[in-house]
């Protein structure tokens, strides 16, 4: 059986998938010992969702926990207004649109779809700039939705004995790197 795979890794997969590894090594520690300020300003903007606080309207669902079958994704629901059929995905600030970012909306859109609600449009909303960025819907979108497959298939079989991060850059933002050693950032 293929394992499990939480909305958050599709997008940290694409950023490095030896993150999907080191990230078990921190799990029982405060967020406060690993994450950047970057990620803890984040997840502190996002709290209104995941605390159910953001809204108090009947129709609309925030914060829910989703199982998708069909793919085996898990996560939360970051905020979806029924009667629009309008599914909202909220970061801290958004400079540009990530795949892992699609593909976070897409693992919830796939979850919602197989609850039976009807999903009209997607968007991501960046807080700090109150900007709102349109995404097309997997049918709309048949590249994106075929990385989208495609991510979910390289993580089911991902060797990490044999996987080197050649991407400088991506090693120098990396919040794993003192464990990783991927590449020797100086």
Do not use: W
């Amino acid at each position: 059986m293929e394992q499990l795979i939480t909305f958050a890794e599709l997008n940290d997969f694409i950023f490095c998938p030896m993150s999907l590894y080191f990230h078990s090594y921190y799990i029982d520690f405060d967020d406060s010992i690993y994450k950047s300020t970057f990620q803890t300003n984040g997840s502190y903007a996002h709290s209104a969702v995941d605390e159910n606080r953001y809204s108090s309207r009947k129709n609309v669902l925030q914060g829910t926990s989703l199982y998708c079958e069909k793919y085996n994704l898990v996560g939360k629901l970051d905020t979806f207004y029924i009667d629009e059929g309008k599914l909202v995905e909220r970061k801290k600030k958004v400079k540009q649109i990530f795949d892992g970012y699609v593909f976070q909306t897409y693992a919830q859109y796939f979850s919602l779809l197989e609850m039976g609600f009807k999903i009209n449009s997607i968007e991501v909303y960046s807080i700090d700039d109150h900007k709102h960025y349109k995404i097309k819907l997997p049918y709309e979108d048949k590249e994106m939705f075929e990385k989208f497959e495609s991510v979910i298939n390289e993580i089911n079989n991902f060797d990490y004995l044999n996987f080197n991060q050649t991407n400088i850059q991506k090693c120098k933002n990396c919040i794993y790197n003192p464990l990783c050693g991927g590449i020797d950032v100086k």
